[in-house]
T-cell receptor, first 110, second 113 residues
Framework: GENVEQHPSTLSVQEGDSAVIKCTYSDSASNYFPWYKQELGKGPQLIIDIRSNVGEKKDQRIAVTLNKTAKHFSLHITETQPEDSAVYFCAARSGTALIFGKGTTLSVSS | DAEITQSPRHKITETGRQVTLACHQTWNHNNMFWYRQDLGHGLRLIHYSYGVQDTNKGEVSDGYSVSRSNTEDLPLTLESAASSQTSVYFC????????????FGNGTRLTVT
């Protein structure tokens, strides 16, 4: 089955800096790669996703890149703000179920 | 607005008891999922359903069961609760069309003493 590795597990940045979170996946048949943000006491919420026929997608300060050959994808957050502090999960779709990475705790200090 | 709700938000139970966690969605989604979240493990899939009367095992299904008698609900039952099942449980749903996003509930924190 699919296996998703996510790094780093924790990331601390200064407000205004960029943050990058990286994931690798094992199943070459996976074709959908979403990113979720989880705030304290809440369920994860989708922030951006990318499909296997696209190499990069951007939405304001957030971008995701995908390298299908290397089987890795990354989340880039520019101009970080304190409200970006949260746990971020990458995922890959194997069949219909999403398989998640173990999460990255991002802390943005002002 | 459509939503997905879980109840209770917090539950404490004793080892060996049967426990049922409720999940109700008003999205009219065909697909529903149960995940557990533990430190160091992220979100792991327990069971999922693609529609009424359909259930499937995920990667950590031992000790859990689900049933799908209607579109809106997918209750998760712990047959005989164990301390290893202390966790935060999340229910999610999606409409099943291609790569549709998951909508998560706010979770149930279960403590087994």
């Amino acid at each position: 089955g699919e296996n998703v590795e996510q790094h780093p597990s924790t990331l601390s940045v200064q407000e205004g800096d960029s943050a990058v979170i990286k994931c690798t996946y094992s199943d070459s048949a996976s074709n959908y790669f979403p990113w979720y943000k989880q705030e304290l006491g809440k369920g994860p919420q989708l922030i951006i996703d990318i499909r296997s026929n696209v190499g990069e997608k951007k939405d304001q300060r957030i971008a995701v890149t995908l390298n299908k050959t290397a089987k890795h994808f990354s989340l880039h957050i520019t101009e970080t703000q304190p409200e970006d502090s949260a746990v971020y999960f990458c995922a890959a779709r194997s069949g219909t179920a999403l398989i998640f990475g173990k999460g990255t705790t991002l802390s943005v200090s002002s | 607005d459509a939503e997905i709700t879980q109840s209770p938000r917090h539950k404490i139970t004793e080892t060996g008891r049967q426990v049922t966690l409720a999940c109700h969605q008003t999205w009219n989604h065909n697909n529903m999922f149960w995940y557990r979240q533990d430190l160091g493990h992220g979100l792991r899939l327990i069971h999922y359903s693609y529609g009424v009367q359909d259930t499937n095992k995920g990667e950590v299904s031992d000790g859990y069961s689900v049933s799908r008698s209607n579109t809106e609900d997918l209750p998760l039952t712990l047959e005989s609760a164990a301390s290893s099942q202390t966790s935060v449980y999340f229910c999610a749903s999606s409409d099943g069309s291609g790569n549709s996003p998951l909508h998560f509930g706010n979770g149930t924190r279960l403590t087994v003493t």
